[in-house]
C-alpha cells in the first residue's frame, strides 16, 4: 500500500540554524508533492509545492528538494526562528487527474532562541 | 477575504444523534474535500467532491456522508455518529483537479462523540 513516512519524534534546533525536515515515500510515484505548516488547534496552511520533474524549489528562506530515485522530499528552513516552530506535513498526490493528496503525519519543529 | 469556513468549531454530542458540519468556500474552488485528523494517523481523507453533484468516497468514508448542491458548500454528515468517530474535522478546497494546487484549510471542527 501506499506510504509515507516523516520522522515523528520532534525536531529541536537553535535559532539561526537551517532545519531540515524528511519525508519519504514508498509504493508509487506522486506526480507532485507539497509541504505544509500546522499550528496547534488550526487547519494547514500551504507552504510549497514541487513537481516529479523538478529538483528544487525556493521561497524565500523555505526550500524544498524531491529526490524521485530515492523516494525522498526534503524540506529546509534556512535561518530558523522561534515563530517557524510548528508541525509540518508533507502530502503527495496520486496523479494529476486529482486534487487528491495523502498526507504524513508531520514533524515538529521546535526552535529555540 | 478568501477563505474556507467550517460550522460548528466544537460539537459535544451522544452517540447515535444525527449531525452536520458544514463547509463553505468564497473562492469559487470547483474540489472540496473533508478529512479527520487523529494522533499518530494525520490527516486521512473521508470524502472529496471534483465540482457540484460529484462527490466520491476517500480513504475512510465509513460512517459519513457528503453532499455537493452548491458549488461553495460541501456538508460532511454523519447519520448516527459513535465513539470512534471523535476526531479533529478538516474541510478543504482547492482551485480545480488536476491541476496540483494548493489545498485552503478551514479552522477545524472539535467532534467529541459521548
Known amino acids: 500500500s501506499q506510504k509515507i513516512e516523516q520522522n515523528s519524534e520532534a525536531l529541536n534546533i537553535q535559532e539561526g540554524k537551517t532545519a531540515t525536515l524528511t519525508c519519504n515515500y514508498t509504493?508509487?510515484?506522486?506526480?507532485?508533492l507539497q509541504w505544509y505548516r500546522q499550528d496547534p488547534g488550526r487547519g494547514p496552511v500551504f507552504l510549497l509545492l514541487?513537481?516529479?520533474?523538478?529538483k528544487e524549489k525556493r521561497k524565500e528562506r523555505l526550500k524544498v528538494t524531491f529526490d524521485t530515485t530515492l523516494k525522498q522530499s526534503l524540506f529546509h528552513i534556512t535561518a530558523s526562528q522561534p515563530a517557524d516552530s510548528a508541525t509540518y506535513l508533507c502530502?503527495?498526490?496520486?496523479?494529476?487527474?486529482?486534487?487528491?493528496?495523502?498526507f504524513g503525519t508531520g514533524t515538529r519543529l521546535q526552535v529555540f532562541p | 477575504e478568501a477563505q474556507v469556513t467550517q460550522n460548528p468549531r466544537y460539537l459535544i454530542t451522544v452517540t447515535g444523534k444525527k449531525l452536520t458540519v458544514t463547509c463553505s468556500q468564497n473562492?469559487?474552488?470547483?474540489?472540496m474535500s473533508w478529512y479527520r485528523q487523529d494522533p499518530g494517523l494525520g490527516l486521512r481523507q473521508i470524502y472529496y467532491?471534483?465540482?457540484?453533484?460529484?462527490?466520491d468516497k476517500g480513504d475512510v468514508p465509513e460512517g459519513y456522508k457528503v453532499s455537493r448542491k452548491e458549488k461553495r458548500n460541501f456538508p460532511l454528515i454523519l447519520e448516527s455518529p459513535s465513539p470512534n468517530q471523535t476526531s479533529l474535522y478538516f474541510c478543504a478546497s482547492s482551485l480545480s483537479s488536476g491541476t496540483g494546487g494548493e489545498q485552503y484549510f478551514g479552522p477545524g471542527t472539535r467532534l467529541t462523540v459521548t
Open positions: 509504493n508509487y510515484s506522486p506526480a507532485y
Open positions: 467532491s471534483m465540482n457540484v453533484e460529484v462527490t
Open positions: 502530502a503527495f498526490s496520486i496523479s494529476y487527474n486529482t486534487d487528491k493528496l495523502i
Open positions: 473562492m469559487n474552488h470547483e474540489y
Open positions: 514541487i513537481r516529479e520533474n523538478e
